[in-house]
C-alpha cells in the first residue's frame, strides 16, 4: 500500500458545486495533515493545515478520520479559480515526509 | 516579502555535467526541503534539513547532495547529471519541525534538463 494515496480524477463539475476529495494514509503515527493546491506548472502553496478533527477556512472544510486513516476536502460553492491539483500529506519525521499525487479538479462554467 | 527563492529557474545540461541549485527563504525557518516532481510521480522529498549544519536523505538522494551552511540557505547539487535527473525541482521550507514537519512555503521551481 502506498503511503498516501489520492483519487487522480479528474473532477469535473459545474461551477457552484459542492465536491469533496479523499486522502488515504498509511502512517498512524502522524499528528497532523495538511492540504495544497498546485495551479500548473506553478509551485504548491499551503491551502490548509489539519491537527485534530477538522478545520474550516471560508468554503473550504478538511475533516480527519483517524481510525479510517483518511482526510478529506470538501469545497462549497466551487469557483472557477478553484480549477487545480489538490495534493495531501501527512506529518512525519525526516523519511517519513510523503506526497499523494494529488487529485485534479476542474470547474467548469 | 520574498519567501523563498530559488535559482535558477531554468536549466539545461549535458549528461556528465554538474551544477547547483540554490535556495535562500527569510522567514527565519528552521526546516527546509528539496523535492522533485515528475509526470505521474507527485512529489518526492530528495533532502530535509531541521537545522544550519544537519541534513537527512529522503525518499529518493540518490546522485544528489545538499549543503546547509546557514539558517537562510540550502543548495542541491548534481555532481553528475543523468538523463534520469530531468525534473522539476522545488525548494521549500517551514516553521514545523519535528513530527509536525511538513513544508509551508515552496520555491516557484527549478525546471532542469539533462540531454
Known amino acids: 500500500r502506498k503511503e498516501v494515496e489520492q483519487d487522480p480524477g479528474p473532477f469535473n463539475v459545474p461551477e457552484g458545486a459542492t465536491v469533496a476529495f479523499n486522502c488515504t494514509y498509511s502512517?498512524?503515527?502522524?499528528?497532523?495533515f495538511f492540504w495544497y493546491r498546485q495551479d500548473c506548472r506553478k509551485e504548491p502553496k499551503l491551502l490548509m493545515s489539519v491537527y485534530s478533527s477538522g478545520n474550516e477556512d471560508g468554503r473550504f472544510t478538511a475533516q480527519l478520520n483517524r481510525a479510517s486513516q483518511y482526510i478529506s476536502l470538501l469545497i462549497r460553492d466551487s469557483k472557477l479559480s478553484d480549477s487545480a491539483t489538490y495534493l495531501c500529506?501527512?506529518?512525519?519525521?525526516?523519511?517519513?515526509?510523503?506526497f499523494g499525487s494529488g487529485t485534479q479538479l476542474t470547474v467548469l462554467p | 516579502n520574498a519567501g523563498v527563492t530559488q535559482t535558477p529557474k531554468f536549466q539545461v545540461l549535458k549528461t556528465g555535467q554538474s551544477m547547483t541549485l540554490q535556495c535562500a527563504q527569510d522567514m527565519n525557518h528552521n526546516s527546509m526541503y528539496w523535492y522533485r516532481q515528475d509526470p505521474g510521480m507527485g512529489l518526492r522529498l530528495i533532502y530535509y534539513s531541521a537545522s544550519e549544519g544537519t541534513t537527512d536523505k529522503g525518499e529518493v538522494p540518490n546522485g544528489y547532495n545538499v549543503s546547509r551552511l546557514n539558517k537562510r540557505e540550502f543548495s542541491l547539487r548534481l555532481e553528475s547529471a543523468a538523463p534520469s535527473q530531468t525534473s522539476v525541482y522545488f525548494c521549500?521550507?517551514?516553521?514545523?519541525?519535528?513530527?509536525?514537519?511538513?513544508?509551508?512555503?515552496f520555491g516557484d521551481g527549478t525546471r532542469l534538463s539533462i540531454l
Open positions: 502512517n498512524s503515527a502522524s499528528q497532523s
Open positions: 500529506a501527512p506529518s512525519g519525521s525526516a523519511r517519513q515526509l510523503t
Open positions: 521549500a521550507s517551514s516553521a514545523l519541525t519535528g513530527i509536525q514537519n511538513q513544508p509551508q512555503h
